[in-house]
């Protein structure tokens, strides 16, 4: 990875970033102080245990939440003193959600919620766009079902369709497996693994240790600040093949 | 968004709770129906209260004791006697109201009738011959009041379609004989009427009043033989034509005002009004009862667009996941605020048609069973339409707006 050649502008570049909850002496400092630049082309795994702010980090990046000191920009974009409509349209543009619980709309169907994004932007094209983002996950067959008719992969690759249809600067996961069954986390695994290797940006927020060893960079957070930053190749990485991931598709 | 996608995803949500958006629907739907039922009740009342009023002539000018704001409670309850035969005798006078064609005395009270077992209280009128033809009500069987009947104070009677029927039933009434029985201070009278004709029928006025209800004799019959006094309840003048009104008016007033010895300045005793009057009396009683109404179903629409918000807001409560799900993928505040207001609108708008369709059937209803017309106007139903969006739009703001300023994080956390 990091002998990948010259990047360009990179996706994420925080500077000194802080993040207060509440004021007074009830005040929690979620985070002190970020520095953390991602280039474009890099796949990040977030890890840290619960309370370290690696969900503030994943709001701020993502744009769900803005810092209160240092500066961010996301895709050469300050998005420092943007309003709430300012904000939407960044995510719009350049992120790509993928949460936890999926996260789809029920009585939609998956063709729908995958063009749901595009919807927000005005696209008219956008079922046919839609039908592309299912088809790169494998699920154009699916296209007119509800959530509640497709298995928890498969909704999860629909959240996936859902993430790539914008074509976004950088996907963001939020324990994208941790509502998973081990066969279907390493499933939906292997698919950011692919989408890494064509390009894509990635940064995965996990508290599980196997699913951030497949990522090329580890960020790990305690107490609001970055106690770790590890790039390099993880095949040494013993708790993997024990577990039964498959390591051919790298 | 798109809107006709927006519509789309809220019938969709619309449809998925279908027992609760029936539930909060119903009452925009009642309030909606109330309103247009309503409205349509008074404009078809106003519209029989001019027609009967039509009917009377529009040449005719009507005296009636009392000042116009105390000739309905004084006279109700006999306080006035400011009309009397000797004005009467006045107005009748040749060339004391050139333009006057007929003028017809009424005097009346109610009355016990009895015919066999049957008995029964009814209005009585004392008139002359000339009110059938003023009034436009000719006989159905035998015939009217002859000026012979009027001279000999003959104890006769013309009988309404209804009293003839409670009276004797279906057996013919000309020249069946009933007692009528007056009571007052003075002591109780009871006369033996034989009846000479049954009016043709009527209706009754706006469902309250049943013209068809009467016992009409002879003027003289009614002064000397029944009431014992010398009091009308009405003089009923008809013009030459309908320009000569005004003056026929002028002129009544003018002889009525010198034998009441009333000075220059005093009000008037008596009331002089023309047909053009009591029309545009009864169109604005008629207004103000049509608004009165519409104002009743107002209410009703105003609790069911309470029942709207209430409903948006456990909705958006209920879908506060879903609201920061859209806002972390891109919705703007206006997309959000839009996809509540448009749901509210739909609920609202389902409500009105059905709303609509629930006034036709009650048009419907109380058109068949009832004298009244309750007339539904394209205007009213536009008017409902525009109404039942409004609502939606009104008590959907506030869900809406709540949904809107939802903050995507705190959205996406909840459970």
Known sequence: MTGQGDAPAPVVEMRGTTKTYGTGEAAVHALRGIDLVIKPGEFVAIVGPSGSGKSTLM???????????????????????????????IRNRFVGFVFQQWNLLARTSALDNVALPLSYRGDRDRRRRAMEALRSVGLQARADHHPNALSGGEQQRVAIARALVTDPALVLADEPTGSLDTATGEEVMRIFRELNESGRTLVIVTHEPVVAAQARRQIRLRDGIIVEDIEGDNDEEPGLRALGFDRAHR | MPIGETIRSALVSVAANRLRAFLTILGVTIGVAAVIGMVSVGQGASDLVQSSLRGLGTNAVFVTPGTRSTTFLQSAAGGTTSITFGDLAALEQPGAVPDAATIVPEQGGYAQLRAGSETRSTRVVGTSPDYSAVRDWGVEYGRFLTSGDVTAAAPVAVLGGDTAKALFGTKAAVDRSFTVRYVQEGGAVTLRLKVVGVLEPKGNIAGFFNRDDIVIVPITTSQKRIFGRDSLSTITISARNADATTQVGDDATDILRRRHRLHEGDPNDFTVSTQQDLLATAALTADVFTVLLGLIGGVSLVVGGIGIMNIMLVSVTERT????????????????????????????????????????????????FSPVQAIVTPAAVAVAALISVGVGLLFGLYPARRAAYLQPIAALRAE
């Open chain 2, 321 to 368: 996941r879903e609201i920061g799900l859209r806002k972390a993928l891109g919705a703007r505040r206006r997309d959000i605020l839009g996809q509540f207001l448009v749901e509210a609108v739909v609920l609202t708008s389902i409500g009105g048609a059905l709303g609509i369709l629930l006034a036709l059937a009650f048009a419907w209803l109380i058109g068949a």
């Open chain 1, 59 to 89: 709001n701020l990046i993502g744009c769900l939440d803005v810092a209160d000191g240092g500066t961010y920009r996301l895709a050469g974009t300050d998005v420092a003193g943007l309003t709430d409509d300012q904000l939407a349209r």
